[in-house]
């Protein structure tokens, strides 16, 4: 790295491993000789198990275990899987593996481990299951039969925030009120990697390797579950291959593996095949709600009420009723100037996969809804969209800002950077491209999303400094599943010390290496542990400070350091912290080798910004081609805007993922139908435009360096961008309303509807 490299877009060094093949995931790593774990899984979406016959089993070849709920109670283990629940909301116990009765497809019933994962395989053919079926409900709606007899009507909570009369009246006194329902499809995550894990025991201890978010939720788990001590368990993290919040939560699997482990005194692994991945992953959105915006003469809008349904999935997950509550509230205003509103959400549980966090959790859906929202609104007040929203932006002048459901944002300048993303996103063309896509029979449409998403996750995080012979070792409490973290993590030290960033290892993923951590989820990651980076730098500096007045006796105060090398007063003797560092070794002084600092964030950080997508339709085959894709983000200030526009690209192309091909369908069996990539459309190359980015930020107040954050951005402003576009483009064929995703089918069955045509029926 140059020197004076402070937000340069340095390559990720660790793509050299992940490019060649030589990253090292779960599944890599495991004991040579472990056994092979497989679950036996139920086939249908409710029922009660009338019979579990595992004898003959149990006799085939190499099969060395079979777990069921009966043998973990036998043993101890506390079976129950807490999710977190809101105030009066229901909380059904979600058992490791399924206690008389099965809930979704899917569900564990019993583990195999076997001496290889075909006898393994073979073994659960062996299983005999047999299940009497109950009523299944898969619908969002309220009703049908209990699912868990702690909620009747099948409804997990409800919930609500903000004054409902205050918003009701604004809506009975408006000069326009516009009402959108708005449905937010079930998607699969498909990491690249999927979900696995190995246990062992060593030297009487539990060691547990999972691909996930962090260690640390992954060993209080294993102890509270197990009933072990800090001392009994360690828990590791390799090379992860995605994770987007899905990865972060409590499973059945590795409880299961780590208990076989124990028995058997044998490492055991698991590694999840797609099609089992998609039955057993938690899914993500699936919700539908009705949102009514108010507004007076001049346009400005006096109230906003939503009332929301969000499937919850057959259990609580672990953080699946506060994603769409109060999650979804923490940007639920948007970036408006609106003080009267109001939101209820009412979950339900379904016969399909739990539902949690996924790219965003909460902020994409509700700005979502906010954005479809206001061009819904634009379309029936005749109003330019992009003026609408520039009418009842929040004003520069006005941060910090509480919304109206308590939440402060720091700072922002809305309009600067509307008036970029114009700029960017050639909005002054706009009307020449449209008018060439019609000399072609083709319809264009643009679409414009504001968003704002609130960084979340632990506010506390903890950085240790070590300095080695060759180098340093720097030990973060975040966990990379791609993001680039050993690049700008090296690259954030070194700007601030002047320690080449070749020489500086970051270490991660460990409970016997750092003890505490806040591992990786809300796109807190950065802003963070670089926080906590900043104060072990202090430290150091400090040590090495008092440690150089000793040594050359004179006053500390007469010693600086201008984040590359220590000066002092009267001397030519200028010190890099390498090289006193060095001096301290030699002179025996290792207690100044190791520094460690904990800082606790007070505040989030807001970042912002706009995504314009343009989309041309083929009116006679519905396919829908996202043309040009414009984005301008409020980061803040940046450390590696290459990493940035990186995380930007990833967001956004799931966002378009999405809006135009993914979609979870299950059958009134509750059997998923979309379970392999012959059935659930990702996104493909030729599916994605070249994507413009640009940053025009406004530092954050709430950390040292300014930052806020992008992991999750790209996608929180995606959907809405896609879907303006495409509605946009779709009115010029009388379509007013469709919903995501829009695959050619669908596209064409609407327009041909419109246009009055039977063949749409």
Known sequence: MEKFGKSQSVTRVEDLRFLTGTGRYVDDVAPDGALHAFFVRAGVAHGKITALDLEEARAMPGVALIVTADDLVTAGVRI?????????????????????????????????????????????????????????????????????????????????????????EAIAKAAHVVTTQVFDNRVIVNAMEPRGCFAEITHGRLH????????????????????????????????????????????PEPFCV??????????????????????????????????????????????????????????????GQGIQTELFAKVMMGTYDVQTAHMRTRGIYTNTTPVDAYRGAGR????????????????????????????????????????????????????????????????????????????????RGQGLCYYIESILGDPDETTAVEFTPDGVLIYVGTQSNGQGHETVYAQFLADHTGIPAEKVFVVQGDSDLIPKGGGTGGSRSVTVQNTATLAAVELIRDAFTAFLADQ????????????????????????????????????GRDELLRH??????????????????????DPATGIVIVDRYTVVDDFGNLINPMLAEGQVHGGVAQGIGQALTERAVFDEDGQLLSASFMDYAMPRADDLPMIGFASEPTPSINNPMGMKGCGEAGTVGALAAISNAVLAALEDAGVMQIDMPFTPHRVWQAIQAAQGDDAAA
């Open 208 to 251: 547990v390797a999972v691909n996930g978010q962090g260690v640390w939720n992954t060993k209080r788990d294993l102890m509270h579950h197990f009933g072990l001590s800090q001392s009994d368990v360690r828990v590791t993290t390799p090379d992860v291959g995605g994770g987007f919040g899905m990865k972060a939560m409590r499973y």
């Open 596 to 617: 460690t600092a904990t800082i606790e964030l007070d505040n989030r950080s807001f970042p912002n910004g706009a995504h314009v997508a343009e989309v041309e339709i």
């Open 364 to 443: 994409p859906e509700a700005i979502f809804v906010l954005e479809r929202s206001m061009d819904a609104a634009a379309r029936s007040l005749g109003v330019d969209p992009w003026d609408l929203r520039a009418r009842n932006f929040i004003k520069s002048q006005h941060f910090p800002y509480r919304t109206v459901t308590g939440v402060t944002y720091d700072v922002g300048n809305f309009a600067r950077v509307l008036d970029r993303a114009g700029q960017n996103a050639d909005r002054d063309g706009f009307a020449a491209r449209k008018a060439a896509s019609l000399l072609q029979g083709k319809l």
């Open 80 to 168: 129950g899987l807490a999710g977190k629940v809101l105030p009066n909301a229901a909380a059904p116990v979600r058992p490791i593996l399924a206690q008389d009765r099965v809930r979704h497809v899917g569900e564990p019933v019993a583990m195999i481990v076997a001496d290889s994962l075909i006898h393994a395989r073979d073994a659960a053919e062996a299983v005999v299951l047999d299940i009497d079926d109950l009523p299944v409900h898969v619908t969002l709606e309220i009703g049908g039969d209990a699912i868990h007899p702690e909620a009747p009507d099948n409804l997990a909570f409800d919930w609500a925030l903000g004054d409902a009369d205050a918003t009701h």
């Open 552 to 587: 050359e006796g004179v006053d500390a105060g007469q010693i600086s350091f201008d984040d590359e090398r220590f000066r002092i007063n009267g001397s030519n003797l200028t010190p890099t912290m390498l090289d006193v560092a060095d001096m301290a070794r030699a002179a």
């Open 258 to 319: 780590a208990h076989a482990a124990r028995v058997l005194n044998r490492p055991v692994r698991w590694i999840s095949e797609r099609t089992e991945a998609m039955l057993t992953d938690n899914a993500g959105r699936d919700l539908t709600t009705m949102a009514t915006l108010a507004f007076d003469a001049n346009y400005r809008i006096t109230g906003y009420l939503l009332d929301t349904i969000a499937n919850m999935g057959a259990y609580n997950s672990q953080f």
